[in-house]
Nanobody, 122 residues
Framework: QVQLVESGGGLVQAGGSLRLSCAASGTIFNINDMRWYRQAPGNQRELVATITSGANTNYADSVKGRFTISRDNAKKTVYLQMNSLKPDDTAVYYC????????????????WGQGTQVTVSS
């Protein structure tokens, strides 16, 4: 089984910064794409940022230039550096990863973390 555990959320004033971390553990042979999603109350979950195993990145338009996704493959960890935060960034942030558990099983399965709350006050 695979677990994704987020950390780093909290309360910050508008204009401030936070760094989220998500560590994967368990039976892991390889991790492909890793992603951050967020969900605000009453809204659908939205994709914030993606990083491939080759470190290519993609961002939602709403966070481009403010957020940076990165990963440490040795630590099986993905990060989200969030700068110039706005009240609209308030949401529960979830990490998501495509994981191959065994060398002999080629299929990748999608796993989710439990989420971490980010609140930005005006």
């Amino acid at each position: 089984q695979v677990q994704l555990v987020e950390s780093g959320g909290g309360l910050v004033q508008a204009g401030g910064s936070l760094r989220l971390s998500c560590a994967a553990s368990g039976t892991i042979f390889n991790i492909n794409d890793m992603r951050w999603y967020r969900q605000a109350p009453g809204n659908q979950r939205e994709l914030v940022a993606t990083i491939t195993s080759g470190a290519n990145t993609n961002y939602a338009d709403s966070v481009k230039g403010r957020f940076t996704i990165s990963r440490d493959n040795a630590k099986k960890t993905v990060y989200l550096q969030m700068n110039s935060l706005k009240p609209d960034d308030t949401a529960v942030y979830y990490c998501n990863a495509d994981v191959r558990e065994y060398r002999w099983r080629t299929r990748y399965y999608e796993y989710w973390g439990q989420g971490t709350q980010v609140t930005v006050s005006s």
